[in-house]
T-cell receptor
């Protein structure tokens, strides 16, 4: 089974600054999907950004962007102009054949 | 986007009783539904995958007789925790996918507390 590793249990960022969350994964497949989900205290999973592995272009969604390095099996999330509302748990996820696996998560704190 | 609901959002039950959690896709047909369990400060762990009209496929280590999953229609899946014990207390999240299998839509979760 594919594994997803998030090596940063906790991260902290100053409001309006930029922070990068790391994610690596292990797979022998070439066609798959990668996701970043945000889980606020309500625990509702919120999709932040999605990347298709066959696309070389990095996905972006407003202040959120990824650095997808397929050969290195790395999928980091960059949050620009951090806001207090960005504080949450962030999970990296790998999806193939309807089988989604999650990393352990990174708790992001935003300091005012 | 597609909406998935769960009911109830929070349930407290006594040890030894059974609890049913519903997961509904509100605006699309969910060919496949998934059940995850999340313990405090941990990640989501897949418990089982169910396709409409078929028996669920359970992950290794998940007791199929304890966690009964039914996916009787394209919009409803249920998870029944039978003879619940305090160690079953957790946050249960369902997700669903339609004909496109390149994404999943998550429900808001159900917090189960077994006394």
């Amino acid at each position: 089974a594919q594994t997803v590793t998030q090596s940063q249990p906790e991260m902290s960022v100053q409001e309006a600054e930029t922070v990068t969350l790391s994610c690596t994964y292990d797979t022998s497949e070439s066609d798959y999907y990668l996701f970043w989900y945000k889980q606020p205290p309500s625990r509702q999973m919120i999709l932040v950004i999605r990347q298709e592995a066959y696309k070389q272009q990095n996905a972006t969604e407003n202040r959120f962007s990824v650095n997808f390095q397929k050969a290195a099996k790395s999928f980091s999330l960059k949050i620009s102009d951090s806001q207090l509302g960005d504080a949450a748990m962030y999970f990296c996820a790998f999806l193939r054949d309807n089988d989604m696996r999650f990393g352990a998560g990174t708790r992001l704190t935003v300091k005012p | 986007g597609a909406v998935v609901s769960q009911h109830p959002s929070w349930v407290i039950c006594k040890s030894g009783t059974s609890v049913k959690i519903e997961c509904r896709s509100l605006d699309f047909q969910a060919t496949t539904m998934f059940w995850y369990r999340q313990f405090p400060k941990q990640s989501l762990m897949l418990m089982a995958t169910s396709n409409e009209g078929s028996k669920a496929t359970y992950e290794q280590g998940v007791e199929k007789d304890k966690f009964l999953i039914n996916h009787a229609s394209l919009t409803l899946s249920t998870l029944t925790v039978t003879s619940a014990h305090p160690e079953d207390s957790s946050f249960y999240i369902c997700s669903a996918s339609g004909q496109r299998t390149d994404t999943q839509y998550f429900g808001p979760g159900t917090r189960l507390t077994v006394l």
